[in-house]
């Protein structure tokens, strides 16, 4: 059973940054496609950015250029680097692991991201 923890989020000002985490357990994050989703009140989840498990990655149209997504195999961490933030980025922040090759899908339990005006 894979576990995933979020961790980094709370309140900050309009162009500020916060660094979201997201720690798994479990032996396949290697060999996983890891993705931070995020969902407003009212609002469908959404794909923010996906990174695969040779390093590519994908975002959505609306975080490109202020948020980067990485991830380090040695800690089975991914991370989520958000700059340049703004309002409508208040959310609450899903990470989402999909093992390989059997496609399991594993969600963490969120972290509220809060952006102020």
């Known amino acids: 059973q894979v576990q995933l923890v979020e961790s980094g989020g709370g309140l900050v000002q309009a162009g500020g940054s916060l660094k979201l985490s997201c720690a798994a357990s479990g032996s396949i994050f290697g060999i996983a496609i890891m993705a931070w989703y995020r969902q407003a009140p009212g609002k469908q989840r959404e794909l923010v950015a996906i990174?695969?498990?040779?390093?590519?990655?994908n975002y959505a149209d609306s975080v490109k250029g202020r948020f980067s997504i990485s991830r380090d195999n040695a800690k089975n961490t991914v991370y989520l680097q958000m700059n340049s933030l703004k309002p409508e980025d208040t959310a609450v922040y899903y990470c989402r692991l999909q093992s390989l090759p059997r496609g399991y899908v594993y969600w963490g339990q969120g972290t509220q991201v809060t952006v102020s005006s």
């Open positions: 990174i695969t498990n040779d390093d590519n990655t």
